[in-house]
């Protein structure tokens, strides 16, 4: 694995490197365990979507975007002001 020139440098050189690479290996396992943990706490309450999620009251009543699009059809004031919350 050297070139026979320095090899002692370069056979330390590579040590050091697989040493690195093995503790970011180490810290890399370590940190998908923890988080693998999380995941698995927040899918405890999979059955109870309240648990969960935030449904908020505006999702009770629904607007229709197109109907109120053709009702105001001919409002100039209404379509300028449409068009740049859109843009």
Do not use: W
Not at 3 to 20: D, F, G, M, W, Y
Not at 72 to 85: E, I, M, Q, S, T
């Amino acid at each position: 694995m050297t070139n026979k020139r320095s090899a002692e440098h370069q056979i330390a050189k590579r040590v050091r490197r697989l040493e690195r690479a093995n503790l970011a290996l180490d810290r890399k396992r370590l940190h998908d365990r923890k988080r693998q943990k999380a995941t698995e706490q927040d899918t405890s309450a999979e059955g109870d979507s309240d648990l969960r999620y935030h449904i908020s009251a505006s999702k009770g009543n629904p607007q229709d975007i197109f109907s109120t699009i053709r009702n105001n059809r001919g409002d100039p004031a209404f379509h300028v002001c449409f068009l740049v919350k859109l843009s």
